[in-house]
């Protein structure tokens, strides 16, 4: 059977059974893997995937069930367990499906791939590396073209089909000189062509450069309140920590998000305009539907520093009242802002410019305490030396409100684009 | 219980081949102030085949287990080893022995309804709600998972094995006394299903009233002063201490990666008090939370001494890095899917306990924390580790004192562990963690209370 008959045999499986509303999601693929582990290929991987999740309604409760095997006996005892699962759950006036609204068909990304030319690539990156940045050791990469198609149906009739392919590269790596290195760090990217060089994609040649310059480090002197530079790599990852305290189905459903009353209200400084943009040319095969059924549109979430919108499912959505979110993506885009990199350091007296976070979960009230990886002091306009054994912590929802500026450079990896950042009000202590 | 469709298979295979069937379930319920939020039930299920060729290694999955898949998933990944073999050329020799034979199943498979995970958490919300409704918020999970593998290999130990785990996870939220809101988790469960562990809700009152108890304190906390300072760990930190800071730079991929630990085998990494131990399936005497009988390699388990005395005098490996090192490998070789090759991995690792008492470690800090919940944490190649801790309280003068909120301790572990002056006499398991690495993995981590220096994130 096809994906679409699999998914058509599934709802109407799921309705005989007595499901009053159903969805389901089918997708199979096939995944190519080149594994190098400490620097010396190790692995090529093949995988053909599947994958079904349905979810069904009866008398408002829900029962959800995922699985991997597609051939009808497995479907059907599937079906039976997702009927189970909903009769023995809790009845809730919010669980619903997307309406019909309009049905489509996308394609996105590269689906013919080149397996030898990948594999070439990646040895051609492993060689760029010793020669460009001989004191780098690349603990692991993984590289690796996936494609696959997937559909959703629910018993709305909303249908759409999504066909995409790409390869993306995940690289881990130190810097070392004898006894002495650097710490770790790691770097992913999507892109759709093997047209340039893979050791060219993002920050990776910034990041090899500095972790070079990390083998010699000092902890941060002493104790201070002081300025940030957050690079786009840890950038994104404070955004989705925020994004999930403060905008996301869990706290705004039980209303402990500090930014619950938020909306259209001002939570971050002017300068900061953020969005989730799947739909962007800069995103390698994006999303194009929510798992809810909805098709995917690009959205704003702060706009010059004003919340425009939450971050909910259609459940989110129904329980709280506030609108659902037009994608539901982690296509993070921040806009640019008029002021270079350089000029950002220029502006720091005394603190650091960190390239990763290695933090504790931060609370819900936004409060995050964790180690500065990676990191380089700034003393009076310049970069002085890399850091160890630094910690910088504050509260994420103060942080916003305190941007001193935003770089005009920006760093696209195939899923963000993101630019530095130069925050005020951190505590940053050393040992 | 899966059926052994690749057992047959074993004449044919070649070299050093794995051949591994396996069925990966999860059973999640979550209440999120009542409402059901989550109720979900996955299987994931297959058959794969990793083929070793002079040094490289070609793998192949598919989620149809049929005796013609089987044979597919061997051809596919005999073709990826030989694309590899061709264009690589490593020209490294097979493996040595690890012995024969077939460990059978050890436990018996089943599968727990839907609903009984339902009527759990309903009970217990029911029970935190009626009995604390002041609570800004309440999150009851009730959750299991269990991964059933096959394996049969060319050389080495056959094996069927089955790792079930079952927890309830508590999360409560309070308003605190600036307006904000503080919030305490914790799991309770372990080894096994979950209508056998979980038989009563009553059971874990005690568990409920302690954490509502421990979060109001929170509630009216202080936050930590940031620096370098004299902490306590309760037990509950131990194993993540040694699962983050020794576990991880040990690992022997790792190792040869870069990690420090390259350069320090036979050197003194920890004070004496110190030793750590990876073990398979028996600790002290007892089953470990997860235990491991034979790894995905086919070698059969066994502890690895990773720490004695202070003294850093092993690696954990698999059956190439072994080989690599000239060590031998001790079963350390573990996949999370059935789609998933196997990876160095922790299985239950563990600082041994010493011979002082909880009561006198506080009393020897003149100021100071001690630390009791641990939340996530990280490790670095360097073996500069962090970990979030989520309850604790000050030590001022020997006692201790007020609450602490939120914070995150790190340190560098080869020179933290030379700073620990006392152990306590007891050990906590704790096995409700994922530790992730490419995959992720179920692990057991376990220590003493431990007295030390660490550098503490604060205002």
């Not at chain 1, 068909?105 to 760029?128: Q, S």
Request: aromatic share 8%.
């Amino acid at each position: 059977m096809t994906n679409r008959e699999i998914a058509e045999y599934t709802l109407d499986a799921l309705k005989k059974a007595g499901a009053d509303h159903a969805q389901c999601i089918v997708s199979t693929g096939k995944v190519d893997e080149f594994n190098v582990d400490g620097g010396e290929f190790s692995l090529l991987r093949t995988l053909f995937n599947s994958n079904i999740t349905m979810k069904a309604l009866k008398d408002g409760k829900k029962g959800i069930i995922s699985a991997n095997r597609l051939d009808k006996e497995s479907i059907d005892k599937a079906v039976q367990e997702c009927i189970a699962a909903a009769e023995s759950s809790v009845s809730d006036e919010a669980e619903a499906i997307a309406p019909k609204i309009r049905n489509a068909n996308f394609t996105a990304g590269v689906l013919e791939p080149d397996r030898d030319k990948l594999f070439d690539r990646i040895k051609e990156f492993v060689a760029d590396v010793k020669n460009d940045y001989p004191k780098i050791i690349l603990e692991q990469v993984i590289s690796k073209y996936s494609s696959g198609e997937s559909v959703f149906m629910n018993t709305n009739g909303v249908e759409f089909t999504y066909t995409c392919g790409n390869y993306d590269i995940n690289a881990m790596f130190s810097a070392h000189e004898g006894e002495k290195s650097s710490s770790f760090n790691y770097y992913y990217a999507l892109f759709d062509s093997l047209d340039r060089k893979l050791i060219d994609i993002g920050m990776q040649r910034t990041l090899f450069a500095e972790s070079e310059r990390q083998i010699d480090t000092k902890p941060f002197p002493g104790k201070t309140v002081g300025k940030v530079i957050i690079s786009p790599a840890c950038l994104a990852e404070m955004l989705f920590i925020a994004f999930g305290n403060f905008i996301s189905d869990a706290t705004i459903i039980d209303k402990t998000s500090p930014w619950i009353s938020m909306l259209g209200k001002q939570v971050a400084s002017e300068k900061l305009s953020v969005y989730t943009k799947p739909l962007d040319e800069r995103v390698v095969c994006g999303e194009r539907f929510t798992g809810d059924g909805f098709m995917s549109e690009n959205m704003e979430i702060i706009k010059n520093g004003v919340l425009k919108n939450f971050y909910l499912s259609n459940y989110g959505s129904r329980k709280t009242g506030f609108p659902r979110a037009l994608n539901l993506s982690q296509n993070l885009f921040v806009d640019p802002g008029d002021t270079s990199l350089d000029e950002l350091i220029k502006n720091v007296d005394r603190g650091i410019i960190m390239n990763r976070f290695s933090g504790g979960q931060p609370s819900t009230n936004g409060d995050f305490s964790g180690v500065a990886k990676n990191s380089f002091l700034i003393e009076n306009g310049k970069i002085t030396h890399a850091l160890s054994e630094t910690m910088v912590s504050g509260n994420l929802a103060d942080m916003f409100k305190n941007i001193i500026g935003i770089s005009s450079e920006t760093v696209c990896d195939g899923i963000t684009v993101l630019p530095y950042i130069l925050f005020d009000g951190i505590t940053i202590s050393g040992k | 219980m899966l059926e052994d469709k690749i057992s047959k298979f074993k004449s044919v295979l070649k070299g050093h081949t794995e051949l591994r069937a396996q069925v990966n379930t999860k059973r999640r319920v979550t209440l999120l102030n009542g409402n059901l939020v989550n109720n979900l039930r996955s299987e994931e299920s297959g058959v794969s085949a990793r083929v070793y060729k002079n040094g490289v290694y070609g793998f192949a999955s598919s989620a149809e287990y049929s005796d013609e898949k089987i044979k597919a998933v061997l051809a596919a990944a005999e073709e990826n080893a030989g694309f590899m073999d061709l264009h690589i050329k490593k020209n490294k020799p097979m493996f040595p022995s690890v012995g024969s034979g077939k460990k059978e199943l050890q436990y018996t498979v089943k599968d727990v309804e839907q609903k009984v995970f339902i009527e759990f958490a309903k009970e217990i919300d029911a029970y935190i709600s009626t009995k604390y409704p002041n609570l800004a918020s309440r999150t009851v999970t009730a959750f299991s998972d269990s991964m059933e593998k096959l394996l049969v290999v060319s050389d080495g130990c056959d094996s069927h094995s089955l790792i079930p785990r079952s927890y309830v996870y508590l999360f409560m939220t309070a308003n605190a006394n600036d307006g904000t809101t503080v919030e305490l988790f914790k799991p309770v469960g372990g080894f096994g299903y979950f209508s056998d562990i979980f038989t009563d809700p009553a059971a874990l009152y005690e568990d409920i009233d302690n954490l509502y108890s421990d979060l109001m304190k929170k509630a009216e906390g202080v936050y930590c002063e940031a620096g370098y300072k004299d902490v306590v760990m309760h037990p509950n930190l131990a194993g993540i201490l040694a699962h983050e800071a020794v576990g991880h730079p040990v690992e022997a991929d790792l190792v040869l990666g870069g990690s420090v630990a390259a350069h320090n085998l036979g050197k003194q990494v920890a004070s004496e008090l110190v030793t750590m131990v990876d073990f398979a399936h028996t600790a002290l005497g007892e089953t470990v939370p997860l235990p491991v009988y034979v790894d995905d390699e086919g070698t059969p388990a066994e502890d690895a001494v990773l720490i004695k005395d202070g003294i850093l005098v092993g690696y954990m490996n698999n059956r190439e890095t072994a080989q690599h090192f000239g060590m031998k490998p001790q079963g350390n070789a573990r996949a999370y899917l059935f789609s998933d090759e196997p990876l160095i991995r922790m299985r239950n690792t563990a600082i041994l306990p010493g011979k002082d008492k909880l009561e006198d470690m506080i009393a020897a800090i003149d100021d100071g924390y001690y630390l009791i919940e641990p939340n996530n944490g990280q490790a670095d190649t360097t073996s500069e580790f962090m970990f979030g801790v989520c309850m604790g309280y000050e030590i001022k003068k020997g006692k201790l004192g007020r609450a602490i909120r939120d914070t995150t301790i790190s340190g560098v572990a080869f020179e933290m562990l030379k700073t620990v002056d006392m152990l306590s006499d007891d050990m906590v398991w704790l096995s409700a963690g994922v530790c992730g690495k490419k995959q992720p993995m179920p692990v057991g981590m376990g220590g003493p209370a431990i007295k030390c220096k660490v550098n503490i994130g604060g205002r």
